[in-house]
């Protein structure tokens, strides 16, 4: 858990009086993913080879405070893919989401020909507006031929 600072301003004018800034402690629980929906294996030649994938993400302070949602994929031999990090989106456009704001993040990946045969990692997380990070998921895509 984080502890955001919040800096509230009042000034009151009685009889000469006046209250400066006044620093007040507000807890900031992280973001939490779940029930992610991604496919375990991928064929590489098969068409269309683009999938969708979602995850459901909640934070205790509300949807409101959620600031990105997104994930990192790793190739089999462990290096980083060129595209990361791979935003999610909760808007309800492009097709690709269902139901804006509804904590329910989509994005729509594709695969070539050109991929490399063998397991990736994805790994996805949140950052709320406090920057506190959510639990990690990890999941494993096995393309195939």
Same mark, same amino acid.
């Given at each position: 858990?984080?502890?955001?600072?919040?800096?509230?301003?009042?000034?009151?004018?009685?009889?000469?009086?006046?209250?400066?800034? &006044?620093?007040? #402690?507000?807890?900031?629980?992280?973001?939490?993913?779940?029930?992610?929906?991604?496919?375990? &294996?991928?064929?590489?030649?098969?068409?269309?080879?683009?999938?969708?994938? &979602?995850? #459901?993400?909640? %934070?205790?302070?509300?949807?409101? %405070?959620? !600031? #990105?949602?997104?994930?990192?994929?790793?190739?089999? !031999?462990?290096?980083?893919?060129?595209?990361?990090?791979?935003?999610?989106? !909760? !808007?309800?456009?492009?097709?690709?989401?269902?139901?804006?704001?509804?904590?329910?993040?989509?994005?729509?990946?594709?695969?070539?020909?050109?991929?490399?045969?063998?397991?990736?990692?994805?790994?996805?997380?949140?950052?709320?507006?406090?920057?506190?990070?959510?639990? #990690?998921?990890?999941?494993?895509? &096995?393309?195939?031929?």
């Amino acid at each position: 858990m984080q502890i955001r600072w919040v800096l509230l301003t009042s000034v009151f004018v009685f009889v000469g009086l006046a209250c400066e800034k &006044t620093p007040v #402690k507000v807890n900031n629980d992280p973001p939490i993913l779940s029930n992610l929906s991604a496919p375990d &294996t991928v064929s590489r030649s098969q068409i269309p080879n683009n999938f969708l994938l &979602t995850i #459901k993400v909640s %934070d205790p302070q509300g949807l409101d %405070d959620i !600031d #990105k949602v997104y994930f990192n994929t790793f190739k089999p !031999d462990d290096s980083p893919s060129s595209g990361n990090p791979f935003y999610m989106r !909760d !808007d309800g456009l492009q097709g690709v989401d269902q139901n804006a704001n509804d904590g329910i993040y989509s994005l729509r990946i594709e695969i070539s020909p050109q991929n490399q045969l063998g397991n990736y990692r994805f790994e996805f997380e949140a950052i709320d507006k406090s920057g506190a990070k959510s639990n #990690k998921i990890i999941h494993i895509i &096995t393309v195939v031929e």
